[in-house]
């Protein structure tokens, strides 16, 4: 796939898909004779990871201390799987915060909907 492609496919910029290349976070992508990069499913699979990874919230410096450890092989999973577990954390942190908002919006709707049900009578 070229780079116009893959930008399409995920909805990364070609420049963040260049940036992402540059800093390590997908191997060196090979090129075409026309030196036009040429991603191929393993390029796809490790954007689907990181582009995952960042909706979740992780931060780049994270996503390529993980991806440097993936490069080590089976040695690594535990310290793999402990940066998941960081991740999971700190979302499900995030949700018990939005969970909060979300019943204080709720309270402060059905407040008012009691306020514009008297104000009819």
Do not use: P
């Not at 070229?2 to 992402?20: A, C, D, F, M, N």
């Not at 004779?33 to 390029?43: A, C, L, P």
């Not at 490790?46 to 992780?58: D, H, S, T």
């Amino acid at each position: 796939m070229t780079i116009q492609e893959v930008s399409e496919k995920t909805g990364l910029s070609k420049h963040t898909l260049r940036y992402y290349e540059k800093i390590g976070l997908i191997d060196t992508v090979k090129k075409s004779k026309s030196n036009y990069r040429i991603y191929n499913q393993n390029d796809l699979n490790r954007l689907e990871f990181i582009c995952n990874m960042r909706e979740a919230g992780m931060g780049i410096s994270k996503l390529k201390e993980y991806i440097q450890l993936t490069s080590q092989g089976e040695n690594t999973v535990e310290e793999r799987r402990g940066i998941l577990l960081e991740n999971k954390k700190k979302i499900q942190e995030e949700i018990k915060l939005l969970e909060k908002s979300m019943n204080y919006i709720e309270y402060k709707i059905e407040n008012y909907d009691s306020i514009i049900k008297n104000k009819k009578i």
